[in-house]
């Protein structure tokens, strides 16, 4: 009985793992592309006086 229970865990862990990974892929992403945009705004805020400058 108990490696019926040991299979059975290690079979629920390998099953899982894909779908963690890809949940985490997603997170990641989203939190890439959110610092990135947020990056990109900081950036564009600190030079917008210069647009009238020519630089």
């Known amino acids: 009985m108990d490696d019926n229970s ?4 290690n079979k629920i ?3 899982s793992l894909p779908m ?4 985490f892929l ?6 890439y592309i959110m610092f990135k945009s947020w990056s990109n705004k ?4 600190k ?3 210069y647009e009238d400058c020519g630089i």
Request: proline share 0%.
């Open 6 to 9: 040991n299979i059975a865990t």
């Open 13 to 15: 862990i390998k099953d």
């Open 20 to 23: 963690l990974a890809a949940i």
């Open 26 to 31: 997603a997170i990641a992403s989203v939190t």
């Open 42 to 45: 900081l950036y564009f805020e």
């Open 47 to 49: 030079w917008k006086d």
